[in-house]
């Protein structure tokens, strides 16, 4: 492509892109026979408009509204105007590029026409925000109580006690199994990990406020069949009930037999 070409096609492209056109259908033969004959001099402007006042009032090509100016016998149409449309009734060029010199004739009042482009009316999107469920339920206080250390062979143990936090009457709640404001049915989920990511899950409910957690290294997925020595194991625990949602980890070592703990 030769590089003095390459700024007009710059222009042409944000021209095309500032104008909002399109083409719903076909454009019909004769009016491209038409768009051929007029660069040749063959017909008249007059019936050369008609194609265009066909094409906008089908909607088949849109040209926004403009302000035409004063129209008068003495305007010449420039040659590269009719170059345009013989180019363009030739396959040659896009509909497009023939949409904007048209336009362009139109605002400067060599063409007049008749006619207008079917009004497009742009749909009001109205986004939908999701409403927030209301949350009904009481508030939770989750307690943990498990081993700190585990060998290799042992089963790890967690107990777990959800309480009302509303009722629970002390600042500092204690792991205490008798008292009077467990909440039973909490949905309670369990991930463990080990230092290298997460290793088993479980799921289950509270009776009387009370869930225990249990499990032997090799019903983990991780490798080997034992706790490993020194590694740090961590467990998620989270509760919840009506909308009501809290949640509490816990961590233990993997020992030797022979480690004190």
């Known amino acids: 492509m030769d590089m003095h070409k390459i700024p007009f096609l710059i222009i042409l492209l944000i021209g095309i892109s500032l104008i909002p056109f399109s083409f719903s259908e076909g454009i019909p033969e004769w009016v491209k026979n038409n768009a051929s004959w007029w660069s040749e001099r063959q017909i008249s402007q007059t019936e050369f408009t008609n194609g265009l006042e066909f094409l906008i009032n089908e909607g088949i090509i849109y040209i926004p509204p403009t302000e035409p100016g004063p129209p008068g016998p003495d305007k010449i149409i420039p040659d590269w105007v009719r170059n345009t449309a013989g180019w363009w009734a030739e396959g040659k060029i896009p509909d497009s590029e023939f949409v904007n010199a048209m336009k362009y004739l139109i605002e400067i009042g060599l063409i007049e026409v008749e006619a207008s482009s079917p009004e497009v009316i742009?749909?009001?999107?109205?986004?939908?925000?999701?409403?927030?469920?209301?949350?009904?339920?009481?508030?939770?206080?989750?307690?943990?109580?498990?081993?700190?250390?585990?060998?290799?062979?042992?089963?790890?143990?967690?107990?777990?006690?959800?309480?009302?936090?509303?009722?629970?009457?002390?600042?500092?709640?204690?792991?205490?199994?008798?008292?009077?404001?467990?909440?039973?049915?909490?949905?309670?989920?369990?991930?463990?990990?080990?230092?290298?990511?997460?290793?088993?899950?479980?799921?289950?409910?509270?009776?009387?406020?009370?869930?225990?957690?249990?499990?032997?290294?090799?019903?983990?997925?991780?490798?080997?069949?034992?706790?490993?020595?020194?590694?740090?194991?961590?467990?998620?625990?989270?509760?919840?009930?009506?909308?009501?949602?809290?949640?509490?980890?816990?961590?233990?070592?993997?020992?030797?037999?022979?480690?004190?703990?």
């Open 122 to 261: 742009e749909k009001e999107t109205v986004e939908e925000i999701p409403e927030t469920p209301e949350t009904t339920g009481v508030p939770l206080m989750l307690l943990l109580e498990g081993y700190a250390t585990v060998t290799p062979e042992k089963r790890f143990v967690l107990d777990l006690l959800v309480f009302d936090a509303e009722m629970y009457p002390q600042a500092s709640p204690t792991f205490n199994r008798n008292a009077s404001y467990t909440v039973d049915g909490v949905n309670v989920e369990i991930e463990l990990y080990n230092e290298e990511g997460l290793i088993h899950t479980s799921s289950g409910t509270t009776k009387d406020g009370f869930f225990r957690y249990q499990i032997l290294a090799r019903e983990t997925t991780q490798d080997g069949t034992l706790w490993m020595i020194n590694n740090l194991y961590t467990v998620n625990v989270t509760v919840s009930l009506d909308g009501q949602t809290t949640e509490k980890i816990h961590q233990f070592y993997g020992i030797s037999n022979y480690d004190k703990g």
